[in-house]
């Protein structure tokens, strides 16, 4: 059984938390893209360099904020800065709607750029945080699910009132005050969690769990510790090859459909069986898979799909197989893979959980779009074809996760369970422990 005693209402709560996450974000995602691309889609490249930059500058702000805070009350104040944001853009956007193109529209995509991967990397470390190695097997698809069906109503409600087919016409800055909303509600979740595994507690044994004093200790974790540098690794090849085939996605739908009507109907049938594929591993096979290959094997799922997809496109460069390598991927990516990664970082200290993990979340996978989407004119000007060197790419993710589930399985101690909050956590992956 996947729910045992006393795990319900934790995962409610886990769940309605990633729920308002999502809601939000995908309130604001479509308001972002058609932003980023007002004066053209070759501005994308500059406007992912900025996020890079900004991601620079954040890191070592969140870590100095983590280092100096509990996590009761560093976790809602991320949410109730990024909320306050919000609040700014939308009285800039209603007093000026005609500036959505221009600067203002570009910093508010760069802006929700960083706040996209900080909320959701913050999530996830509580999750490592408060449930068991065997819990997240259990349960991480269950709390994922949730964050699916937050996605899928947020974008069904901007859908909805941006056209004005449900009678209402919403502009951005009401959509920016209803994601604001969702961040608040998410707060309330996330404290009715905190006060169910008593992280209130201000015994000796709770705070020797919180995040030490020095905001570096995240990086430095990084530099000792060979599990963290290939989750880098991992982490980075994954983003650069999911940069190669936006950038395919793009030349190939732009060549299969004449109208932008068309072009649209195409990425909403995309997205539409990408959210009914994630919905439905979740629900039935992403915990039993978990259990079945563990999360060594379950890290390769990704890497071969991607290998052998690029393989496909370089054969048959059409919308059909692109339809079918991007919906598996995606899919597969939110179902199974991203639990899985959340599951690596459960024995860790929580200054890898906190610190290291947010910079791999954000710095390290913006680095991956940075890389990604500069690579292909580099490429034409070596006159290698973009889809060699994905491939190239992809091999090299397979033999990265192979290499961190050999480095798991080494590891892996018997007694999965975390210790109990009294205790100290067990770092069971530090360097000096690996062989």
Known sequence: ???????????????GYFFCLLLALYLLRPVREAMGIARGADKLPWLMTTTLVVMLVANPLYAALVSRLRRRRFIPLVSHFFAANLLVFAVL????????????????????????LFVVSVFWSLMADVFSEDQGKRLFGMVSMGGSLGAVVGAAVTEGVSSGRWGIKVEPAGLMLLAALGLELAVFCMLRLAARFGLSSSDEGQR?????????????????????????????????????????????VATSFASGAERTAAFARLDFWTNVLTLSVQLLLTSRLIGAVGVSGVLLVLPLLTTAGFGA??????????????VLRRGLHYAVDRPAREILYIPLGPEERYKSKAFIDTFV?????????WAPAFFSALAVPVTLAALGCSAAWLAVAGWLGQLVKRSHAPAADRPPHGAPPLSRWSQKEIP
């Open 208 to 252: 020797l769990r919180e995040p030490g004093p020095d905001f570096k200790a995240g990086l430095r974790e990084i530099g000792r510790s060979r599990y963290l540098q290939l989750i880098c690794a991992y982490m980075l090849l994954f983003t650069i090859t999911s940069t190669f085939l936006y950038l395919m996605q793009g030349d190939i």
């Open 1 to 15: 059984m996947l729910l045992r005693p006393g795990e319900g209402r934790a995962l409610l709560w886990a769940a």
């Open 313 to 326: 496109l370089a054969l048959w460069p059409g919308f059909a197989v692109l339809a079918l390598v991007q």
């Open 365 to 373: 996978f913006r680095g991956g779009d940075f890389l990604g989407v």
């Open 93 to 116: 956007f209603f007093a000026l709607p005609e500036h959505g193109g221009s600067g203002l529209g570009y910093a508010f995509y760069v802006w929700l750029s960083v706040f996209n």
